[in-house]
Nanobody
Framework: QVQLVESGGGLVQPGGSLRLSCAASGFTSSSYRMSWYRQAPGKKREMVAVITSVGGRTDYADSVKGRFAISRDNRKNTVYLQMNSLNPEDTAVYYC???????????WGQGTQVTVSS
């Protein structure tokens, strides 16, 4: 059974940090492009960070560049999102995505809530 399970969300004060984890099961995530998306209330889901399967190249939304870092541990079949210098605009539900174009697979996790507030 294919699953993506996010964890690590919560309430944090402005300027704080969180690390999100996305544990994959039922497939080998190392061959997938892995991404983090987020969706704030009343807004569209947006891509936050992506890491490729080959070479581990990363890319980020302009709003998080220099503050967030995506990484992957293929031995653990897990992807991480380190989030620093958080601000209230980062408040959203964060989703993990696994995409493999050749297999036409597109998997999503259930999301984890991140709230930045004093």
């Amino acid at each position: 059974q294919v699953q993506l399970v996010e964890s690590g969300g919560g309430l944090v004060q402005p300027g704080g940090s969180l690390r999100l984890s996305c544990a994959a099961s039922g497939f080998t995530s190392s061959s997938y492009r892995m991404s983090w998306y987020r969706q704030a209330p009343g807004k569209k889901r947006e891509m936050v960070a992506v890491i490729t399967s080959v070479g581990g190249r990363t890319d980020y939304a302009d709003s998080v560049k220099g503050r967030f870092a995506i990484s992957r541990d293929n031995r653990k079949n897990t992807v991480y999102l380190q989030m620093n210098s958080l601000n209230p605009e980062d408040t959203a539900v964060y989703y993990c995505n696994a995409y493999h174009g050749s297999l036409d697979n597109d998997f999503w996790g259930q999301g984890t809530q991140v709230t930045v507030s004093s």
